[in-house]
């Protein structure tokens, strides 16, 4: 059955679709910066952004792999401990998670390492670039103990374990206090200031993470305070419920931890509770310009490029607003950008921040239409169009379009149980959390249809406002539902991967090949081509050109100056026909990329108007015949 879409002169989307192919009427353009000077870099809108899970990536240097004496709490994890083989089924535990217990997530997991590292890193640089990518964003690079790093022990070194020497490196760091003057350069250290070099070669930003409200309890300054309690010189960086009396056998040693998780020890603000405490904010700003300035000589082209902060909400916006000020004392092109879940638009404002990672007015909209298909299309729309114009207008520009991160299931994963898929449905229930292993949760691989759902959507994040950022492996074919499983080891064209056959719960599932999609990845590289060349993708206006009723038939169209593009999507089972009036200036219509076939976007030129005929789960990018 066909949908149709016809856009007469009466309608409001005509007025819409006329009024946006105006070369005057575009309002985001005009205020998106053209240099420095503001919130907000005006290169971020013509980055491509690639998220890496460190450990995860790539193990450039086997020399440098994590021991059994670097784990977190490593007297709880057996002496046969060894690192996971890289290339094994995920679902398959080693002896050593056996012996720790039954259940698949509980015991043993999270104690597993790859020994991704920085050498990893440099060693794909150069794939990187072929992607299209000219941004990155790492997950913590900073020394704890854990896989993930949110647990840090320091802010001004790498992990050791990311370096070549982690023997030395930690004999170089004992005895450090938080006078930067007691700092040293480890080889870590050296080798991710080689990293940006490297990266900077090829014209690759690096942007890190920063986790400025809590610690790992093996932070320098929390051990220093549960050694020496009331007499340690930072008893008052941390919320201490209580110290230990010596007087007595028993420990009395309480803190707060970051959500009530003691592992993560948190900083203390000030009692008025509209800052940091001057102690831990001192020293947050000092390892900020030790990344940023790495030589210390006022120039930061040597540093990094920009900031990702963990649990915004979670500390006061005074002290993000004078951090981020202070950012841009050093690096006035400095990106940074808030994780935050929620509409961030007066956050944003508040603390100064260029951005947020874009899950309320992207990724939870794109789930609920493209994923779930739990919208109509006119109401995706009008919700994107609505979400995005919140922000101040330059900010639109600086939001990172994602789907999933190390916080969500994987893009596919998703797919497969999506809405009808999986028994605990919700359009906007995008984060399922830590999921736990549910038992009637999907763990194979996509099938071709729910591929050509995720190359829609790679469309969408490569044409809509805000800079696109994939998660390491989305591009491979990678799958896995919420932590752990969105955190297996990249899957490389150079390896072997054994077949997935184990389920973790024991229960049938396809034998799953697990390689890399070249397909995909071509595909990707097709879609941010697209992007690097259409002024119109980075930096136009975006308006809804309309969508049929009862459909999940939509298209919209991003213009700047005089270049435009149009953007169909057919999320549902059938053929749907959109008809369309033709911009001014445009002789005739050429379908400039497909999310599936070529075969399956049919357009036909009406004179003023015309028509796109898109195949089920179809998307198209639209351009004037040149």
């Given at each position: 059955m066909t949908s149709r879409l016809l856009l007469t002169?009466?309608?409001?989307?005509?007025?819409?679709?006329?009024?946006?192919?105006?070369?005057?009427?575009?309002?985001?353009?005009?205020?998106?910066?053209?240099?420095?000077?503001?919130?907000?870099?005006?290169?971020?809108?013509?980055?491509?952004?690639?998220?890496?899970?460190?450990?995860?990536?790539?193990?450039?240097?086997?020399?440098?792999?994590?021991?059994?004496?670097?784990?977190?709490?490593?007297?709880?994890?057996?002496?046969?401990?060894?690192?996971?083989?890289?290339?094994?089924?995920?679902?398959?535990?080693?002896?050593w998670e056996v012996a720790m217990g039954d259940d698949f997530y509980r015991d043993g997991l999270r104690r597993r390492r790859y020994g991704g590292d920085l050498?990893?890193?440099?060693?794909?640089?150069?794939?990187?670039?072929?992607?299209?990518i000219n941004a990155i964003y790492f997950n913590p690079l900073f020394y704890a103990r854990s896989l993930h790093k949110y647990d840090g022990n320091t802010y001004h070194h790498i992990d050791p374990y990311f370096g070549p020497d982690p023997v030395g490196d930690l004999e170089i760091m004992a005895g450090e206090t938080a006078d930067p003057s007691t700092w040293n350069w480890t080889t870590a250290d050296r080798l991710f200031l080689d990293l940006l070099r490297e990266a900077r070669s090829r014209g690759i930003r690096i942007v890190i993470d920063g986790v400025w409200n809590h610690t790992g309890r093996d932070f320098f300054a929390f051990a220093d305070v549960r050694k020496n309690g009331q007499d340690s010189p930072y008893r008052d960086w941390y919320i201490i419920n209580s110290f230990d009396d010596p007087s007595t056998p028993e420990d009395e040693f309480d803190h707060q931890g970051w959500w009530g998780h003691k592992p993560l020890p948190e900083f203390a603000d000030t009692p008025d509770g509209t800052d940091l405490h001057p102690g831990p904010k001192a020293y947050v700003l000092d390892a900020t310009r030790r990344w940023m300035d790495p030589d210390g000589d006022g120039d930061p082209t040597d540093g990094i490029a920009g900031w990702r902060l963990d649990v915004v909400p979670d500390m006061p916006i005074g002290f993000w607003s004078d951090w981020n000020t202070y950012v841009r004392t050093l690096n006035p092109d400095a990106y940074t950008v808030a994780e935050i879940w929620h509409d961030a638009s007066e956050d944003i404002r508040q603390g100064g921040f260029s951005g947020t990672m874009n899950y309320h007015a992207f990724a939870m909209p794109v789930k609920g239409f493209l994923v779930d298909n739990m919208m109509e299309a006119e109401a995706f729309?009008?919700?994107?169009?609505?979400?995005?114009?919140?922000?101040?207008?330059?900010?639109r520009f600086a939001l990172l379009n994602l789907i999933d991160s190390h916080d969500t299931a994987r893009i596919a994963s998703m797919i497969v149980n999506r809405e009808g898929h999986y028994t605990e449905p919700d359009v906007f229930d995008y984060d399922r959390d830590s999921w736990g292993g549910s038992p009637d949760y999907a763990v194979s691989k996509p099938d071709a249809s729910e591929r050509r759902i995720q190359r829609m959507i790679a469309l969408m994040q490569a044409t809509h406002i805000g800079a696109p950022m994939i998660y390491y492996g989305t591009e491979s074919g990678m799958w896995g539902a919420d932590d752990p499983d969105d955190r297996m080891p990249m899957v490389w064209d150079d390896m072997n991967f054994d077949v997935q056959v184990r389920h973790p719960y024991g229960r049938p599932r396809p034998a799953d090949t697990v390689a890399f999609d070249r397909s995909l990845f071509d595909y990707y590289r097709e879609v941010f081509t697209a992007r690097h060349e259409r002024p119109a993708l980075?930096?136009?206006?975006?308006?809804?050109?309309?969508?049929?009723?009862?459909?999940?038939?939509?298209?919209?169209?991003?213009?700047?100056?005089k270049d435009r593009a149009i953007v169909v999507l057919n999320r549902s089972e059938a053929v749907a026909t959109l008809?369309?009036?033709?911009?001014?200036?445009?002789?005739?219509?050429?379908?400039?990329?497909?999310?599936?076939?070529?075969?399956?976007?049919?357009?036909?030129?009406?004179?003023?108007?015309?028509?796109?005929?898109?195949?089920?789960?179809t998307a198209a990018l639209l351009e004037s015949s040149r």
């Open positions: 002169s009466g309608s409001w989307t005509t007025i819409v679709l006329l009024a946006s192919m105006c070369a005057s009427c575009t309002p985001e353009a005009e205020t998106l910066p053209s240099r420095s000077g503001s919130t907000v870099p005006a290169w971020v809108a013509d980055a491509v952004f690639y998220q890496i899970f460190p450990e995860r990536f790539r193990n450039g240097d086997p020399n440098n792999d994590p021991t059994h004496a670097s784990l977190d709490e490593p007297h709880t994890v057996p002496a046969t401990w060894r690192p996971s083989p890289w290339t094994a089924d995920w679902y398959v535990r080693a002896d050498a990893g890193v440099i060693e794909k640089l150069d794939y990187l670039k072929e992607l299209g729309v009008r919700t994107m169009k609505q979400r995005v114009e919140a922000y101040d207008p330059a900010n980075r930096r136009g206006s975006f308006d809804p050109i309309g969508s049929s009723e009862n459909t999940s038939a939509s298209a919209f169209v991003r213009s700047f100056e008809e369309i009036n033709k911009p001014d200036g445009w002789t005739a219509v050429d379908v400039a990329l497909s999310s599936s076939d070529r075969g399956d976007v049919e357009v036909t030129d009406n004179g003023g108007t015309f028509s796109v005929e898109l195949a089920p789960l």
